[in-house]
Nanobody, 123 residues
C-alpha cells in the first residue's frame, strides 16, 4: 500500500525558507510522479509543483516559479520542495501525492495523499 509522509513545515517569517520532504513507503518512489499541493484555510487545494518519474521534468504554479524548487532523491525514496522567499500567501497545509498517470507528458490524477505539513509564513 502506497504511503506518503510529509515533513518540514513550520513557522517562518516572510522572506524566509523551508524545505519540505515527502517520503514514500510500501512502494518504489521512483516509479511515481510526485506532486506538491497546498490548501489554505477556506480555499480549495491547489497544485504547487510536480516532478515526473519518466524524465525528471518539473512543473510549477505561476505563483511559486522562481522561488520553489522540487527535486527527488530516489535512493532515499524522498521528494523535496525547497521554498525560498516565502510570502504570507504561501501559508497552508502542504500535501504530497503520487501518480503514474500522465496527460500530454504532465503528471495528473494524483492520489495516495499524506497527512500534510503546516506551513505558516508570518511576522
Amino acid at each position: 500500500q502506497l504511503q506518503l509522509v510529509e515533513s518540514g513545515g513550520g513557522l517562518v517569517q516572510p522572506g524566509g525558507s523551508l524545505r519540505l520532504s515527502c517520503a514514500g513507503s510500501g512502494f518504489r518512489l521512483d516509479d511515481y510522479a510526485i506532486g506538491w499541493f497546498r490548501q489554505a484555510p477556506g480555499k480549495e487545494r491547489e497544485g504547487v509543483s510536480c516532478i515526473s518519474a519518466v524524465d525528471g521534468s518539473t512543473n510549477y504554479a505561476d505563483s511559486v516559479k522562481g522561488r520553489f524548487t522540487i527535486s527527488r532523491d530516489n535512493a532515499k525514496g524522498t521528494v523535496y520542495l525547497q521554498m525560498n522567499s516565502l510570502k504570507p500567501e504561501d501559508t497552508g497545509v502542504y500535501y504530497c501525492g503520487a501518480t503514474m498517470i500522465y496527460t500530454d507528458g504532465v503528471p495528473t490524477n494524483f492520489g495516495s495523499w499524506g497527512q500534510g505539513t503546516q506551513v505558516t509564513v508570518s511576522s
